[in-house]
T-cell receptor, first 115, second 110 residues
Framework: SAVISQKPSRDICQRGTSLTIQCQVD?????MFWYRQQPGQSLTLIAT?????????ESGFVIDKFPISRPNLTFSTLTVSNMSPEDSSIYLC????????????FGPGTRLLVL | QKEVEQNSGPLSVPEGAIASLNCTYS??????FFWYRQYSGKSPELIMS????GDKEDGRFTAQLNKASQYVSLLIRDSQPSDSATYLC??????????FGSGTRLQVQP
């Protein structure tokens, strides 16, 4: 089965800085997504990463805060900009189309702590 | 009203029993339904997907879907301590992205 990897797996950052998270899939996929999971909470969709065009953001998430790139069918990045302690979360990428179905499979996540 | 609702639990069952996890959703146009299992500190892993009314079985797991009642459930037979995790119900309303419930924490007592 395909593998989804994320880098970094975890990081501790100072407020006001930015962090870019990378998501790599070892085969081409149709769709990629970014989710956030705050401590003790479920997953919330941040945006759909569109290949070759601007990401589609959910309500409450904006491009200036969470710029996303998807240059090809196997790779995407999420940047968390101008971080505050409220951004401390697990950030998860997912990929759809790995097995020809609508099922989304998740990467291992990036655990972010902002001080 | 939340789009996808689950009882947060914890749901405690003895080893060998059947665990029943329930989920309701509000959007009638929802097409695809998924159950994910998430161990503490890990990312969600797919347990079952279901797309049409009725039951779908895979090993010890059975997913049940009733679109008229907007209800989807997951049964785990012969529950094992290793099944102790948070179970997330996820719904695709046709946008291809998923809306997740808050998750039900399952504890299987040895």
């Amino acid at each position: 089965s395909a593998v989804i990897s994320q880098k970094p797996s975890r990081d501790i950052c100072q407020r006001g800085t930015s962090l870019t998270i990378q998501c790599q899939v070892d085969s081409q996929v149709t769709m990629m997504f970014w989710y956030r999971q705050q401590p003790g909470q479920s997953l919330t969709l941040i945006a759909t990463a569109n290949q070759g065009s601007e990401a589609t953001y959910e309500s409450g998430f904006v491009i200036d805060k969470f710029p996303i790139s998807r240059p090809n069918l196997t790779f995407s990045t999420l940047t968390v900009s101008n971080m505050s302690p409220e951004d401390s979360s697990i950030y998860l990428c997912s990929a759809q189309g790995l097995d020809g179905s609508e099922t989304q499979y998740f990467g291992p996540g990036t655990r972010l702590l902002v001080l | 009203q939340k789009e996808v609702e689950q009882n947060s639990g914890p749901l405690s069952v003895p080893e060998g029993a059947i665990a029943s996890l329930n989920c309701t959703y509000s959007d009638r146009v929802s097409q695809s339904f998924f159950w994910y299992r998430q161990y503490s500190g890990k990312s969600p892993e797919l347990i079952m997907s279901i797309y049409s009314n009725g039951d779908k079985e895979d090993g010890r797991f059975t997913a049940q879907l009733n679109k008229a009642s907007q209800y989807v459930s997951l049964l785990i037979r012969d529950s094992q301590p290793s099944d102790s995790a948070t179970y997330l119900c996820a719904v695709d309303t046709g946008r291809r992205a998923l809306t997740f419930g808050s998750g039900t924490r399952l504890q299987v007592q040895p």
